[in-house]
C-alpha cells in the first residue's frame, strides 16, 4: 500500500511537467499538437511511468523542498521591524508606516513562498528528465558489478 502511494503521489507531483514536456517535444514548429511516438517520448514516458516514482521511493528526501528562499528585501523589512520594535514609542515611526513596512513584509514573504515552489516544481522536472538514463546506468552498473 506504501508502495502504490508513493508511485501515486510521484504521479501527480510531476504531471503538469510531463504534459508540457511531452508538448514541447512532440509540436511541429505550428504550435498545434500532434502526438507521435518518437525516442525523446518514449524514455520520458518510460521515466514517467517507471523510474521516476522508483527513485522517489528509493530516495525520500527527493520529496522534500530543498529551496527555501529568503530575499533580500524579506530580509531587510525584517530587520527593519526589529530595529523599530527595540526603539521607544516615541521614536517610532507613524502608524501608518508600520502598516506599510508590515504589509510589505508579507508581501515580500509570499513572493519568496511562490519562488521556492515554482524551483521545486522546475527541480522534480529535472529529476524526472534524468531519472531514466541514471536507473538504466545504475541497472548497467550493478549488472557488471555481478558479473565480476
Do not use: C
Not at 503521489?9 to 505550428?30: D, E, G, K, N
Amino acid at each position: 500500500m506504501k508502495l502504490m502511494k508513493s508511485f501515486i503521489y510521484s504521479y501527480l507531483r510531476v504531471l503538469i511537467f510531463y504534459i508540457i514536456l511531452m508538448y514541447l517535444v512532440t509540436a511541429p514548429s505550428t504550435g498545434t499538437f500532434v502526438f507521435r511516438w518518437n525516442i525523446p517520448n518514449i524514455i520520458f514516458t518510460l521515466s514517467y511511468l517507471f523510474s521516476y516514482p522508483l527513485l522517489n521511493y528509493r530516495l525520500t528526501n527527493l520529496k522534500e523542498a530543498h529551496f527555501i528562499l529568503n530575499s533580500p528585501s524579506t530580509r531587510e523589512f525584517k530587520k527593519e521591524i526589529q530595529e523599530n520594535e527595540k526603539a521607544s514609542y516615541e521614536h517610532r515611526s507613524s502608524i501608518d508606516s508600520i502598516v506599510y513596512r508590515d504589509r510589505a513584509l508579507l508581501e515580500s514573504e509570499a513572493r519568496d513562498e511562490l519562488m521556492s515552489g515554482e524551483l521545486s516544481f522546475f527541480l522534480q522536472g529535472l529529476i524526472l528528465i534524468i531519472s531514466g538514463p541514471v536507473l538504466i546506468l545504475l541497472g548497467f552498473y550493478s549488472i557488471i558489478e555481478r558479473w565480476r
